[in-house]
Every structure is written in structure tokens, then in C-alpha cells.
């Protein structure tokens, strides 16, 4: 391959830091026990990297115009937050140790999530990592959602990066879509969903765990 050099590293949160995504939809499957809500494991998947909006329309496509999403949704953000909160919520292996790698080293490092601003605030700094971020795009800032690649341009201009000098580190499909339609260097670690041919085309390199990347390869020193 040949040789690059990146100024930046930006995550995604869900399913990258944090084990999370599982973890909603444990809160997901407790709201659709209580209300009797069917398929919700079916629907879920599809909205893996999306932001609100795009999840609620998602839901409603499934389930009809009237589906009480607002409802439900809030109901599931209060499983969420009362299971997970308070430094609760699972750390992907590996996560803290890369995190100061990239900063020992002098990358710009960034956060692109689909996640609302409050939410990445509350998590990164329950878990005492928000010191290692120059900065944080939410999916509350942003009209279009992944796989559109607007969240991770906004994050490679707030840091002052072109996107071809940044690395993108994601578990979702849509995720890996937006970074490689920013034209960043994507790295997929599959979290719920493992690569298909298209992740495995998109993808410039697909990881079983981040911390394997530390052990194996001191992170980007290929690409340096």
C-alpha cells in the first residue's frame, strides 16, 4: 500500500467506544415487551449510525404514520440512561489505550456521532475520555444523517483537516458510508453487523478488535 500520512483520527461513539449499541437495543426489547411491540430486532439494525430523525422515519415506515415513536422513544432513552449512566455504560477494549496513543503521538482526534451533543458529553466524560477529544460533532448539528457524509466533513473542517489527511474509525454500515464519501481513510471494526462485500470494497481495513491495531501495527505507523 502506498505510504500516507494523517494529521487525525475521528470515532464514531456507538459500537466504537462504547459497547452501546447492544445496549439500546436491550432498552429497545424492555419498551417492546411492556407495549407489545413486535420485530423490533428487525427494525433496529437499519438504524444503526442514523441520527433521530432519520431513525424515527425509520420506525414509522415499519410500524405506520401513527407509531407513537416520541413516546416509546423517550420511554427507551429512561432504560438507557437509568441502566447505563453513571460510568456504567461498556468500553470497547483497547478504546483508553488507543486514545492516548493518538494523543502521544500529536493526532488531531475528533468525534463524529449520530448521538445528541448532551449524550456524548454525559458518556465521554462518565468514563473520564473526554480529555482526549479537540473536538465533538453530534448528529443534533447536522440535517442529514450517515450515510450522508456531511457529520464527518463538518468534523474534518471544525479540526482544520482535509479529509483525505483523517482516519475514520467505525462499526456501522451507514458509518463506513459516510466516511468513504468524505474520501477519508475508513477503517471498519464490526461491532453488530459484520462486513459484507460492499464494507469489504469501501473499507481500506476492516479490524476484529481496536486493540489489535495497537498490538499489531502501534496504530498507523504504516501509514505515517
Known sequence: MEQKTFKAVIFDMDGVIFDSEACVIESWKVVAERHGIENVETVLPHC??????????????Y????FPYDEYKQ????????TYDGGR??????????LQFLKAQGYKVG????????????????????QYF?????????????????????????????PKEAIAIEDSYNGIR?????????????????????MKKISDK????????????KFCEDYV
Open 63 to 66: 410500524y405506520g404514520e401513527d
Open 111 to 130: 468525534l463524529a456521532s449520530s448521538t445528541r451533543k448532551s449524550t456524548i458529553v454525559q458518556q465521554l466524560e462518565d468514563a473520564n475520555l473526554i
Open 48 to 61: 444503526l449510525g442514523r441520527n433521530y430523525s432519520t431513525t424515527k422515519q425509520i420506525f414509522l415506515d
Open 134 to 162: 479537540d473536538d465533538l460533532v453530534s448528529g443534533d448539528m447536522l440535517t442529514k444523517s450517515k450515510p450522508e457524509p456531511d457529520i464527518y466533513l463538518m468534523a474534518c473542517d471544525r479540526l482544520g483537516i482535509n
Open 89 to 98: 455504560l461498556p468500553m470497547k477494549p483497547g478504546i483508553r489505550e488507543l
Open 206 to 217: 476492516i479490524l476484529e478488535l481496536i486493540n489489535d491495531e495497537i498490538k499489531m501495527y
Open 178 to 198: 459516510s466516511a468513504y464519501r468524505a474520501g477519508m481513510f475508513a477503517i471498519m471494526v464490526p461491532d453488530l453487523m459484520q462486513p459484507d462485500e460492499e
Open 75 to 82: 420511554e427507551c432513552s429512561k432504560v438507557y440512561h437509568d
